[in-house]
């Protein structure tokens, strides 16, 4: 069936460090893949999207691009800062099976001062 | 303001008291669905709807009832709660597009505690 993997986490960086978090999926069709950030005690909202094969969604200084030959869409940010901090997850709508949302575990994201 | 709105935001009950907890959305979204955040195990999906009276299982609907009868609301029912259906819970709505839904916007969450 289809899924979704993400490096487990936490993450400790310091600010302005480079941050990369590894997304891979399984799926049949085309999904579309999204990151949606959840902020500590809040909802997730959508940080980025890609809906076809080498999209790439971009959003606040992250980036992330949809590779169909490695099944990956890896989020990544030049610099981080403090105000980062949050929980990370990847998720998959729109593969064959239609209308259900796979996300992935979730990586936390901790940026020192 | 467009928003999911969730209630309660907190609750605590009993084994078997039969429960709702209610989802409205503003933004006349046909799409609706349930999902259940658990430590380690992400979000997983209980139930979508498609539009009024269209509704579909997730892959976690085991414990778990709901209804649509109205395009903004989509309550989550637990008819006779277990304490394994203690967790934190989102409902989210979007518009359909090919093949799937758009972004979703989530609710602030429903912690539940059945002891």
């Known amino acids: 069936g289809n899924s979704v993997t993400q490096m487990e986490g936490p993450v400790t960086l310091s600010e302005e460090a480079f941050l990369t978090i590894n997304c891979t999926y399984t799926?049949?069709?085309?999904?579309?893949l999204f990151w949606y950030v959840q902020y500590p005690g809040e909802g997730l909202q959508l940080l980025l999207k890609a809906t076809k094969a080498d999209d790439k969604g971009s959003n606040k200084g992250f980036e992330a691009t949809y590779r169909k030959e490695t099944t990956s869409f890896h989020l990544e940010k030049g610099s981080v800062q403090v105000s980062d901090s949050a929980v990370y997850f990847c998720a998959l709508s729109g593969a064959t099976g239609g209308f259900k949302t796979i996300f992935g575990a979730g990586t936390r994201l901790f940026v020192k001062a | 303001e467009a928003q999911v709105t969730q209630n309660p935001r907190y609750l605590i009950t009993v084994t078997g008291k039969k429960l709702t907890v209610t989802c409205s959305q503003n933004m006349n979204h046909e799409y609706m669905s349930w999902y259940r955040q658990d430590p380690g195990l992400g979000l997983r999906q209980i139930y979508y709807?498609?539009?009024?009276?269209?509704?579909d299982k997730g892959d976690v609907p085991e414990g778990y009832k709901v209804s649509r009868k109205e395009k903004r609301n989509f309550p989550l029912i637990l008819e006779s709660p277990s304490p394994n259906q203690t967790s934190l819970y989102f409902c989210a709505s979007s518009i359909p597009i090919t093949g799937g839904h758009g972004e979703l916007f989530f609710g602030e969450g429903s912690r539940l505690t059945v002891l």
């Open positions: 709807s498609m539009n009024v009276e269209v509704t």
């Open positions: 799926a049949t069709g085309y999904p579309s």
